[in-house]
């Protein structure tokens, strides 16, 4: 026989004690969270890594975009691995050619183009049109979709990319994309996020699709 569980202090409670409780707990909540929040002070530009195996990882980059979008911020895209693809947030974004520039300079995954030297080219191309955006301070806002790949098989010297990461104008935002990101990179991201897969309908025979992948 096991112990019936002991109630909540609320379940003891009156409606109207219960709704006092709660103002004067949340009362607490609010001064203890207003107290941390005026402690937080300083506004820069941000180095932002979204990584891991689960899908999301770009997703989320481009809602970063279109909020800075909406913001009058402008805004500059290399897309290292998905040029071949046409995407809906590409074809969306390209009505905004005053704050946007998008650049698709992959020539697809490494094991469609069966083709390192080719791969190789792609990459460091792709990077000058990066360094270029993010020296650039009229851009607020530089993504680098897929560059983790990149790295991953060691097309771009990693090096090179922290180093320019790192000094990076101040108030420029650097989003990051992409699987396996490396810790050299991590180490010197102010915010990292990785992905984890619990579920995905591609292991249940379910092909990428429009709205959802691209």
Same mark, same amino acid.
């Given at each position: 026989m096991t112990d019936a569980p002991r109630p909540k202090k609320t379940d003891l409670m009156s409606e109207e004690e219960r709704n006092a409780y709660h103002a004067e707990k949340m009362r607490k909540k609010k001064e203890a969270r207003d107290k941390i929040l005026a402690t937080k002070t300083e506004e820069k530009g941000l180095l932002i890594v979204h990584t891991g195996k689960g899908k999301g990882k770009s997703t989320a980059a481009f809602g970063m975009v279109f909020r800075a979008l909406g913001h009058g911020f402008k805004i500059g895209i290399v897309q290292f691995v998905k040029g071949k693809w046409g995407t809906g947030e590409r074809d969306i974004l390209e009505e905004f050619p005053d704050q946007v520039t998008? #650049?698709? =300079?992959?020539?697809?995954?490494?094991?469609?183009?069966?083709?390192?030297?080719?791969?190789?080219?792609?990459?460091?191309?792709?990077?000058?049109?990066? #360094?270029? =955006?993010i020296a650039d301070e009229r851009y607020k806002m530089v993504l680098l979709d897929e560059l983790n790949i990149c790295l991953r098989y060691d097309y771009l010297d990693i090096n090179d990319v922290v180093e320019v990461l790192k000094n990076k104008p101040r108030d420029t935002h650097v989003i990051v994309t992409g699987r396996n990101a490396k810790d050299e990179l991590i180490e010197i991201a102010d915010l990292v996020t990785e992905m984890t897969m619990i579920k995905h309908p591609f292991r249940d025979g379910v092909k990428a699709q429009a709205g959802i992948e691209f």
């Open positions: 998008i #650049k698709a =300079m992959g020539e697809g995954f490494t094991w469609d183009t069966q083709d390192r030297a080719r791969d190789i080219a792609a990459a460091k191309g792709a990077w000058e049109m990066a #360094k270029e =955006m």
